[in-house]
């Protein structure tokens, strides 16, 4: 199973690519937002990690645009936050499939992450 993490933060995507790939995954990474439907359709992914605050984009509204487009709808997104609150968001249209807020337990992003991916 392929999963792509979205973080502008270049040490939270290390770590999370270490744990993910240990944990037995395919990891790709990406630091720029912008180019979140080049790395798509370059290397589709089973599962999007994605951080909420990235630079001057919002991490909800690439959601949206994931979950609008046919190609990409039915890829599970987990949004990513320090911020406790975006929780609330989860009814909307184009919302992620699961939140989860930093600082995080590895147990529970790879508890999450195992929910959202389909069965092997």
Known sequence: ?????????????????????DSGYEVDTLM??????????AHT?????????????????????????????NIP?????????VANASNNIGAPNAFLAKPFDIDDLLQIIKLQLPAA
Not at 34 to 40: Q, S
Not at 52 to 68: F, P, Q, S, T, W
């Open 77 to 85: 997104v987990i949004l990513v936050s320090a911020s406790h609150n």
């Open 1 to 21: 199973m392929r999963i792509l993490a979205v973080d502008d933060d270049r040490d939270i995507l290390e770590v999370l690519q270490f744990i993910l790939e």
């Open 45 to 73: 992914p089973d599962l999007i990690l994605l951080d909420i605050m990235l630079g001057n984009l919002d991490g909800r509204e690439l959601c949206k645009d994931v979950k609008a487009k046919l190609e990409t709808t």
């Open 32 to 41: 720029d937002g912008r180019y979140l439907f080049e790395k798509i359709k």
